[in-house]
T-cell receptor
Framework: DAGVTQSPTHLIKTRGQQVTLRCSPKSGHDTVSWYQQALGQGPQFIFQYYEEEERQRGNFPDRFSGHQFPNYSSELNVNALLLGDSALYLC???????????FGSGTRLTVV | QQQVKQSPQSLIVQKGGISIINCAYENTAFDYFPWYQQFPGKGPALLIAIRPDVSEKKEGRFTISFNKSAKQFSLHIMDSQPGDSATYFCAASGSNQGGKLIFGQGTELSVKP
């Protein structure tokens, strides 16, 4: 049973560029959340998707946007990249009515 | 009010010893308190979680102690092993927050042989 799958695993982008990260949730999960984890810090909630709609959003600018597809997979898009966007981006899936996330291994984004 | 404060930042324990990590929260609406373990290059993995209706939960060598009045909870790792060396995060969420997790800053645990 595959867990949460994220792609790519590593990515290097130039300041000002745009990036798209992808996530496939664990089988049976319908809710996807995205977190940003800076080096040496705890993950910070970006947003959550359920039924193809953004249900909750953390304290992140509009440069961060997302999408959920009918098969529950999700994308995170970041526009106009800043050096400070360099972090590990984690996708977590769950069922809407139960606690307990399963996290993917993340995408390491480096902005130069 | 949304913060979860975790201590210590780092911890060194001898093999066979007890590792203790503490967290404190302010938001009384929080009703779910998980602990995650993260190895380098990996995402966090759920270890154990507790709800406020119990004061303690044990799963194998891992125990959560919960003090609702003090708004504190802690993770105890009994008989710590070198394989337990990892970063541990406490977190909290509330049913009125749709499952959004607020994480602590993390504790880097090193278990010496």
């Amino acid at each position: 049973d595959a867990g949460v799958t994220q792609s790519p695993t590593h990515l290097i982008k130039t300041r000002g560029q745009q990036v798209t990260l992808r996530c496939s949730p664990k089988s049976g999960h319908d809710t996807v959340s995205w977190y940003q984890q800076a080096l040496g810090q705890g993950p910070q909630f970006i947003f959550q998707y359920y039924e193809e709609e953004e249900r909750q959003r953390g304290n992140f600018p509009d440069r961060f946007s997302g999408h959920q597809f009918p098969n529950y997979s999700s994308e995170l898009n970041v526009n106009a990249l800043l050096l400070g966007d360099s972090a590990l981006y984690l996708c977590a899936s769950s069922t809407w009515d139960r606690d307990g996330y399963t996290f993917g291994s993340g995408t390491r984004l480096t902005v130069v | 009010q949304q913060q979860v404060k975790q201590s210590p930042q780092s911890l060194i324990v001898q093999k066979g010893g007890i590792s203790i990590i503490n967290c404190a929260y302010e938001n009384t609406a929080f009703d779910y308190f998980p602990w995650y373990q993260q190895f380098p290059g990996k995402g966090p993995a759920l270890l154990i979680a507790i709800r406020p209706d119990v004061s303690e939960k044990k799963e194998g060598r891992f125990t959560i102690s919960f003090n609702k009045s003090a708004k504190q909870f802690s993770l105890h790792i009994m008989d710590s092993q070198p394989g337990d060396s990892a970063t541990y995060f406490c977190a909290a969420s509330g049913s009125n927050q749709g499952g959004k997790l607020i994480f602590g800053q993390g504790t880097e645990l090193s278990v010496k042989p």
